[in-house]
């Protein structure tokens, strides 16, 4: 798997600066296909870190939308859900996490849009491999429990991949977006 992970990785990388754009520009479409975004709902973004295909134009709308819209944070082993604002600091991953007095669970989120590794048909999803989607979203995996927060997966179309052998602790996804596919 680990193999698997850093291939699907350095090609996430290699996507070159105008096809990136490209993505990240066909991609707010398709979410709007399946998301019907409105002003009293929390929406879980991600800054793209990586190679992770961007979510500037997502995060553009849902700020003219005045949407309440949340990056994760790291506590201990699982994430938290930040407001964005406009101060941050580096987690220590070195990716950009919101200072903010406004942190909520992942159960107050209608929607959490994350980023991927890898992923089929199937709507499995490899990660980086922290496990801490997984850990934070377990309680999705009761039945008993809400259907919130939807949860979509974001990825470039090079990143899927025939098919992924699901683990016990993995949280499958609701849908994944790419530019050119809803899954």
């Known amino acids: ?89 580096h987690n220590k991953y070195g990716i950009l996490e919101p200072i903010s007095t406004d942190i909520i669970s992942a159960k107050q989120l209608d929607v959490i849009l994350m980023p991927l590794v890898g992923f089929d048909k199937n709507k499995n999803r490899l990660g980086m491999g922290g496990g801490y989607y997984d850990r934070t979203l377990a309680f999705k995996k009761n039945p008993q429990t809400s259907n919130k927060p939807t949860l979509i997966g974001l990825a470039f179309d090079c990143q899927q991949i025939k098919q992924l052998k699901a683990q016990t602790w993995d949280v499958p996804l609701d849908a994944i977006i790419t530019p050119s596919a809803i899954y």
């Not at 134009?57 to 604002?85: E, S």
């Open 1 to 89: 798997m680990d193999a698997l992970r850093q291939s699907l990785r350095q090609q996430r990388r290699n996507i070159n600066a105008v096809d990136r754009t490209k993505s990240a520009q066909a991609l707010l479409p398709q979410i709007q296909k399946i998301v019907n975004f409105q002003p009293q709902q929390k929406i879980a973004i991600y800054l793209p870190n990586d190679g992770e295909i961007d979510t500037i134009y997502l995060q553009k709308l849902l700020k003219k939308q005045a949407i309440g819209t949340y990056l994760p944070v790291l506590v201990d082993k699982n994430l938290k859900f930040a407001k964005i604002g406009k101060n941050f600091s």
